[in-house]
């Protein structure tokens, strides 16, 4: 009888449907979510490896039109979703602000699972990226999913194929730490960096280390002392002459008494949060502060800074007067503090942690260390940023 009973349900259920729906849920559902894993892997992998083509000096091929794109990427893509086919098709390719790729239409969508998301707020519409969708193909090269259980249940039901979308953006790391709040001239990092080979001085740390209370002054470490360079802000009276502008060769003319800033030497910054201190990326311009170090330095902090590797942004141009002049970013370098001289109200005025300071010479405002990196691009490069440089951040953008 128990058996009997047992036979009628089962009866009961396939005639129903129930047993069926419940396989058409497990397996062909099942299958279209195991499908969609396997076609984003391979479109995130593909997206991945254009950007970093695309990100490339020169460009790589891959980035040379969206067949190249296409033709070059089905492989990867296919390696990266398990898929069995010769090549998991790539396609609908696009890019923003990447010439040689067609433009990106749609914004995205959350509820298009063929889509992108939408764009993350951190791109903008400035930053590169591009996006890649991958589609269904089977060992066989059909282009569709076949669906087992749904297709009898609903008699015949039409069997299709899936798409993934990925989209990759790249650029330049994000903006700096606290640093100290000054800019310098390409032409004193031009000169600096063309003394040696290789350019640049090693990073800390260093032997001897240096004396950050300032007393005891040892000697320059030998792996930096030929790097050692000295920079000047704007000129004491009795010094801007040709003597002191033909030594250095980057002094521009500072004629106004305001402190306006011309390309040569160094100049001040606007602080930020009431702390001696700036944070910087490559966007373009940079407002000035007067040619006297800022108030909120003089507390002593200045000298915090000195005896560390500060990242400092290195400027092409100039523009303005005083406290409304701007400056244009070429992009960062780091540079090794070693000192400063003649800088009213920093608290001490003068303050070094290595011995033999250049500056000690000199009545005008002066810093010296030593260059430890190239220029490079710090976040984003929009509206004048420089000549890209340095490391590129690939990072996924939906």
């Not at 240096?210 to 009276?237: C, K, R």
């Not at 930020?272 to 910087?280: E, I, Q």
């Not at 430890?372 to 004048?384: L, M, N």
Request: glycine residues 14%; proline residues 8%; negative net charge.
């Amino acid at each position: 009888m128990d058996r009997g009973a047992v036979t009628s349900i089962v009866g009961v259920l396939l005639a129903g449907g129930v047993i069926m729906g419940m396989l058409a849920i497990s397996v062909d559902v099942g299958n279209i979510l195991f499908e969609r894993r396997q076609l984003q892997n391979g479109a995130d992998a593909a997206a991945l490896a254009l950007a970093q083509s695309c990100a490339k000096t020169p460009m790589g091929s891959d980035c040379a039109s969206a067949a190249a794109a296409s033709a070059g990427l089905s492989s990867l893509a296919s390696a990266n979703a398990a898929d069995n086919s010769e090549g998991l098709p790539v396609s609908g390719i696009c890019g923003d602000n990447i010439p040689s790729l067609p433009t990106c239409g749609a914004a995205g969508s959350y509820s298009d699972l063929a889509q992108c998301t939408p764009l993350p707020s951190w791109v903008t519409t400035t930053t590169p990226y591009v996006e890649t969708r991958t589609v269904t193909k089977s060992a066989g090269g059909s282009t569709v999913l076949p669906s087992f259980f749904a297709k009898a249940m609903l008699g015949g039901a039409n069997d299709k194929g899936y798409t993934a979308c990925s989209r990759a953006a790249f650029g330049p790391l994000g903006q700096t730490g606290a640093s100290v709040p000054l800019v310098i001239s390409k032409c004193n990092w031009d000169k600096a960096t063309s003394k040696n080979t290789p350019p640049y001085a090693p990073s800390p740390p260093y032997t001897p280390a240096p004396d950050l209370t300032g007393s005891s002054n040892p000697p320059i470490p030998a792996s930096t002392a030929s790097y050692v360079t000295q920079i000047f802000g704007p000129l004491n009276g009795s010094e801007k002459d040709s003597t002191l502008v033909e030594k250095f060769g980057c002094q521009g003319d500072l004629p106004n008494p305001s402190g306006a800033y011309a390309p040569g030497g160094f100049g001040w910054v606007d602080t930020v949060s009431g702390s001696c201190a700036a944070y910087f990326s490559s966007t373009g311009t940079l407002s000035s502060s007067t040619g006297t170090l800022p108030t909120t330095c003089k507390s002593g902090d200045l000298k915090s800074f000195v005896g560390t590797e500060v990242d400092i942004p290195v400027i092409t141009a100039v523009s303005g007067t005083g406290t409304n002049a701007s400056f244009t970013v070429d992009g960062i370098s780091s540079f090794f503090f070693a000192g400063y001289s003649n800088i009213s109200g920093a608290g001490p005025s003068d303050f070094n942690v290595y011995g033999g300071s250049p500056c000690a010479a000199w009545k005008s405002q002066c810093i010296w260390g030593w260059f430890t990196s190239p220029v490079r691009p710090v976040g984003q490069t929009s509206g004048g940023g420089g000549t890209p440089r340095g490391p590129i951040v690939i990072s996924p953008a939906g």
